[in-house]
């Protein structure tokens, strides 16, 4: 098989660069490049364009760390591996380091680099490439500054809406549930990114208002799925230090029962990057939640706030790990060793557990093999307007570790 990829590998010892060129050029890639030196590697890019560059992290000049530093800032959208003699907690740690910064790493190669490793890194290109792009979203540059007045314009004139994002149970192969994300859809400028706007919500203290807006479009949703024969139930993202309000699980139980929805088919994921002025507060409303029928879910264990005691003392029905322990948790030791304990962790404490940013087959067959109930990402489906999961549903299916659902 040939493959288009053009590749940089960056190596300081002549044979070892050599050693890793034939390996690749035997595995079909036809336009491979060298540098025996971050400097010389980064002028290169500056003059050629590269897919992915298969770097070392022991070198003298720059290391692989201050070499994916630079690249993150100048070069963002490179893909990169590793291939190094490191030890495998330091590849672990270099490739943590790369995807904190936004670059995207494809895998972690233990020198000598084989045959076998660039038979590996050719199909996982060949799999991203097939992967759906995401719709353009607009950063914050291309916007006005974002005032109280412009949101609450935005969510009274639906243009802030919720996008679906499908659960699928690893076991039946079946959506089991959607998650709720708010998406804006700006008149001017088109879709703005969440990680634009969310910020300027938590800051003009537009929280609740979101909440209940998101909560309103999935309960509508719910509904009109219901009258096309499909009981999906929804998740709305809570930001925790609403509990501060002791009234929240009163309001949020009216709006309802108002619309007819089955509390048990409404689940509110607890977000991770907030918390309560009083820990009894949170206690008792996340209580108070699930005394009203609500599913609780932890989402994005592991990381902002979370902790041993509140999972522990806080009611929750469901356990969700955060992508940042999923995503190359098939090949990654040290992501494996957290995903498997956080996925008996809930196990054992009655919970279902659903990972988060799955994006390849070997992630997910490492999670059904692991015994994780529940995946989203985008190997399942990316988020999506209520029309385009309505047509998912009509198909309804879930990947195997060979079939991708698109």
């Known amino acids: 098989m040939r493959y288009p990829y053009h590749i940089l590998v960056l190596e300081d010892h002549p044979l070892q660069c050599a050693h890793v060129c034939d390996m690749l050029e035997q595995a079909g890639f036809a336009q491979v490049d060298t540098a025996h030196s971050g400097t010389d590697a980064l002028s290169r890019i500056g003059h050629s364009t590269y897919d992915l560059i298969l770097l070392d992290l022991n070198m003298p000049d720059m290391d692989g760390m201050q070499f994916i530093q630079e690249l993150a800032e100048h070069y963002p959208d490179i893909l990169i591996a590793i291939t190094s003699a490191c030890s495998p907690r330091m590849m672990d740690s270099a490739s943590h380091m790369a995807r904190n910064m936004n670059l995207t790493v494809i895998d972690c190669y233990a020198k000598p680099f084989t045959a076998l490793d660039a038979q590996s890194l050719g199909k996982a290109l060949e799999q991203r490439s097939h992967h759906p792009a995401a719709p353009p979203a607009l950063p914050a540059e291309s916007l006005p500054a974002m005032t109280s007045a412009m949101l609450d314009a935005a969510l009274h004139t639906h243009q802030i809406e919720p996008w679906f994002q499908p659960k699928c149970s690893l076991r039946t192969g079946k959506i089991v549930g959607v998650e709720a994300l708010a998406r804006w859809r700006h008149p001017d400028v088109g879709l703005v990114s969440p990680g634009v706007f969310l910020p300027a919500i938590t800051e003009h203290g537009k929280d609740h208002a979101l909440l209940i807006h998101m909560l309103g479009g999935a309960l509508q949703a719910y509904r009109r799925w219901a009258t096309q024969g499909w009981r999906i139930p929804v998740s709305v993202n809570l930001p925790t230090h609403l509990l501060d309000d002791a009234t929240l699980p009163d309001q949020l139980h009216a709006h309802v029962i108002a619309c007819g929805v089955p509390a048990e088919d409404v689940t509110f994921e607890l977000l991770e990057s907030s918390q309560t002025v009083d820990p009894g507060l949170f206690f008792m409303g996340a209580g108070r939640l699930r005394l009203k029928g609500f599913g609780l879910a932890q989402d994005d264990f592991g990381i902002g706030y979370s902790s041993m005691h509140s999972l522990t003392a806080v009611p929750f029905t469901e356990l969700k790990i955060d992508r940042a322990f999923v995503s190359g948790a098939a090949v990654t030791g040290t992501l494996a060793a957290a995903t498997i304990t956080a996925i008996m962790l ?57 079939t991708h659902m698109h």
Request: a negative charge.
């Open 346 to 402: 809930g196990k054992e404490l009655g919970m279902k557990v659903t990972a988060e940013g799955v994006e390849s087959a070997e992630d997910l067959e490492f999670l059904r093999n692991a015994g994780c109930d529940y995946v989203q990402g985008f190997l399942i489906a990316r988020p999506a307007p209520e029309s385009e999961l309505t047509a998912l549903l009509d198909r309804e299916l879930c990947p195997s570790s060979t």
